[in-house]
């Protein structure tokens, strides 16, 4: 079974939270009004079994919509964020979200706990719970 992401937690203000976590259980953040994310130290384990087990793409389901990122590596192989086109009608669907917005985006999962949507240009529009994710064989 592959490793998993959904376990951990974003600090994020701006995210789309999952109906089905309880986030009041999770300490506070110091830098805003909400939960804080999980430890540093248990993202960065998980991210490196990811990686290792998906080096050049990740099939994973979005709220129960089925993905395959494939991923960018910087020059030297050191890092590396997995990316796919997603429609602002899916995100619309999978969010109940009304973006201002036409076309397509990206997500962006940058880190074990880093999971963006963006624009085109790569701006984020807003962060994801992980708990949304599960990773595919």
């Not at 949507?117 to 992980?130: E, Q, V």
């Amino acid at each position: 079974m592959k490793t998993q992401i959904s376990h951990l937690r974003s600090g994020a203000v701006t995210q789309a939270l999952n109906k089905e976590v309880d986030y009041s259980i999770l300490p506070r953040s110091t830098a805003h009004d909400a939960h804080a994310g999980s430890a540093v130290s248990d993202v960065s384990k998980v991210w490196k079994e990811v990686i290792t087990e998906n080096p050049w793409q990740l099939r994973i389901t979005l709220n129960g919509k089925e993905f395959t990122l494939k991923s960018n590596w910087s020059g030297k192989l050191k890092a590396v964020y997995y990316y796919a086109d997603i429609s602002y009608a899916e995100i619309k669907e999978l969010f109940d979200l009304d973006l201002p917005f036409s076309g397509t985006a990206r997500i962006l999962v940058e880190h074990a706990n880093i999971i963006n949507i963006a624009n085109s240009n790569y701006s984020t529009l807003f962060y994801i719970c992980p708990s949304f994710i599960n990773i595919l064989e």
